[in-house]
């Protein structure tokens, strides 16, 4: 049951099924993810987001919390990627209310055999979410614009950053 499928995607077996990675082999190192989600609205609603006066509360705090709670749970919620133990895992949050943006940056660490692209990438997706749910009383046009990787290390494939970084 060794290596992937001829197309050279991991996660398919020779026979041609899903399959999760056997990582068992792989040495431990310090891993980092850092991922990006933008959500754009109108600055009014931007405003509101800012300022802490949504119609549920503080967006912000809400989405930062939920975001985090998102990365402890990728592995339950992918079904192929592994649980990892994560020693640090945040949510940030820039604002530009002139432009109607909220960039969502979540980042994510762990010393383990696997990278922790999967649990940046839930945070951001997560905290994006939470924002629609925040702002959803005051503006249903809200759109998660993009959730993406920004920057990896670690591992065999050692460090990347997307190219517009």
Known sequence: ???????????????????????????????RAVAEAMVRMQPETARAVEAGDGPKGDVLGAAR??????????GTLVPLAHPITLSFADVRA???????????LAEVRC????????????AASIA????YDMVKGIERGVEIERVRLIHKSGGRSGEWDADDR
């Open 1 to 31: 049951m060794g290596g992937g499928h001829e197309s050279g995607l991991t996660h398919i077996g020779p026979d041609g099924a899903a399959r999760m990675v056997d990582v068992g082999a792989k040495p431990e190192s310090e891993r």
């Open 65 to 74: 919390l939920a975001g985090i709670g998102a990365a402890k749970q990728a």
């Open 94 to 104: 820039e604002v530009d209310s002139g432009r109607g943006r909220v960039l969502l």
């Open 111 to 122: 010393v383990g055999r696997t990278g922790v692209e999967i649990e940046a990438m839930a």
């Open 128 to 131: 994006a979410l939470t924002v």
